[in-house]
């Protein structure tokens, strides 16, 4: 079944359509990335947040960037998973927990690769900040 463009949709509202359809409509965004969604808890407020995010695949493992749009700060989910490194993944009607890790100097550079193929702009984010931009690997815990 053919999935819909969610090019349209951003934050919660991509969250909501994402959760709501099983991706069918929220999986498939800009230019041929495909989206999962990220939960991890708030480091302040306790609470669940969630954010969808382009992600790539290193075998079974799913991989994501904590560019945060190459600002010098880390994106929230990043930080929150330095707090508390435990996080629910959503890949469409899939979920599983995961314990999210940076990558190894050894891996990142492949990684990093894969990435910029899904997501060219991830090199032009690198080359705004001074801040080393993390690859994530979401490895399944469960």
């Known amino acids: 079944m053919a999935r819909q463009d969610a090019s349209h949709l951003f934050g919660d509202e991509h969250v909501r359509s994402y959760r709501e359809t099983d991706?069918?409509?929220?999986?498939?965004?800009?230019?041929?990335?495909?989206?999962?969604?990220?939960?991890?808890?708030?480091?302040r407020s306790g609470e669940q947040r969630t954010t969808?995010?382009?992600?790539?695949?290193?075998?079974?493992?799913?991989?994501?960037?904590?560019?945060?749009g190459g600002s010098d700060t880390p994106p929230a989910w990043y930080l929150n998973l330095q707090e508390d490194p435990?996080?629910?993944?959503?890949?469409?009607?899939?979920?599983?927990?995961?314990?999210?890790?940076?990558a190894t100097a050894?891996?990142?550079?492949?990684?990093?690769?894969?990435?910029?193929?899904?997501?060219?702009?991830?090199?032009?984010?690198?080359?705004?900040?001074?801040?080393e931009i993390p690859v994530v690997v979401l490895e399944r815990s469960e």
């Open 23 to 43: 991706g069918e409509l929220g999986h498939d965004w800009k230019k041929g990335t495909s989206i999962l969604l990220l939960t991890t808890t708030g480091r």
């Open 52 to 68: 969808p995010l382009i992600y790539g695949r290193a075998g079974d493992d799913y991989v994501i960037v904590a560019s945060n």
């Open 86 to 102: 435990e996080a629910e993944v959503q890949v469409l009607g899939e979920r599983f927990s995961s314990r999210p890790r940076d």
């Open 106 to 131: 050894e891996e990142k550079p492949a990684l990093w690769g894969e990435m910029v193929r899904h997501w060219p702009s991830y090199d032009d984010y690198q080359s705004s900040t001074d801040r």
